[in-house]
Structures are given as C-alpha cells and as structure tokens.
C-alpha cells in the first residue's frame, strides 16, 4: 500500500512540475515591451496549405531592445507570415520589405502594462489550481487507504507531505509571476 501512495505522490509532483513548466510557456507569451522572439510561439501561418509555427518557417532575430527581424527561408512566405502577425492580436505593425519583416516594438502604456499583469495573475492562479487539483487527488487516494488499513499516522504523515510540496509548488508560481510582473511593469 506505501508503494502505492508513493506513486500517487510521484503523479502529483510530476503534474505540479507541468503545471509550473506550462505557466513559464504562457508566460514567455506575455508582452513586455521588449523585444523577444518567443513572443511569437503561439503564431501560426499558413505554408503549403499547412498551419505552421512561425519559428518553423523563418529565422526570428532581436537586433535590439526595440526591434524584431523575422527572415523567412522561403521568400514567398512573406505574405502568409505577415498576415499572421496582424492576425494574432500581439498589437505588431509589420513592414515587409521584401526580403524580411521587420517590426517595431512599441513601449507599453500603463494602462496596458496593469493589462498584462493581471493576465499574468490569471495564469499564475491557474498554474496553482493544477497544482490544487493535483493534491486533492493524492489526499482523496490516502483517505482511502487510511479506510482500507493503512495506519492513520503514515497517512497523516503522507498529507503533510502532499501539503508541503503543494505549498512550494504554488509559491513557486507566486515567484514566477512576480518576476514577469516586475519585468513588465519596469519602463
């Protein structure tokens, strides 16, 4: 039965591992205001009739603090490229000369730099309910078998341990969060 709940403690720190590896994704999405290629992970053109990932079909570079430079492979994917940036809402006016796209970046304004960090919370809240999730199940699976035999006092001792690791993995969040907070809101 310890071998048991052990695995079931194992699923849960490796499902509390994803949840935090997935809020760091999400959150390299997040604008800062600087210039990042990783700001267009989640864009998609369409090439050869095919939804693909933008770093699939271009080289994306950041010359500097304020500029992207996106040289595609194939210079018929400009147009498609383009397209897709003004599509994905990222607020980017491309401009195409040709050969490559180029793009400003524009500095926040407050009004959406408090945007982005309450986009930020929302994410970072989410990372944690994963994290909840993952501990309500190990907990309802010592329960068990506390009712199935196994002494109370390993079972209390193997909730403590759930919560401990749950609290670290949810103030790991927290930190996460604060950094792409503090990253956002400096000028």
Known sequence: MQEEL??????AEESMQEALERLARELSRVRTGKASPSI??????????????LSQ???ITTPDARSIIIQPWDKSALQ????AIIKSNLGFNPQ???EIIRINVPPL?????????KKVRALAEEAKVSVRNARREVMDEI???VKDGYPEDSGKDMEKKVQNLTDSYGA????VADEKEKDIMTV
């Open 57 to 59: 079909m271009a080289n």
């Open 143 to 145: 329960k068990k078998a």
């Open 172 to 175: 790991k969040a927290d930190k």
């Open 6 to 11: 052990d695995l079931y403690f194992e699923t």
């Open 96 to 98: 195409n000369d040709g």
């Open 40 to 53: 267009f992970n989640g864009v998609k053109a369409e090439y050869y009739g095919t939804l693909t990932p």
């Open 109 to 117: 304004t407050e009004e959406r730099r408090r945007e982005m960090v």
């Open 80 to 83: 498609p490229i383009e397209g």
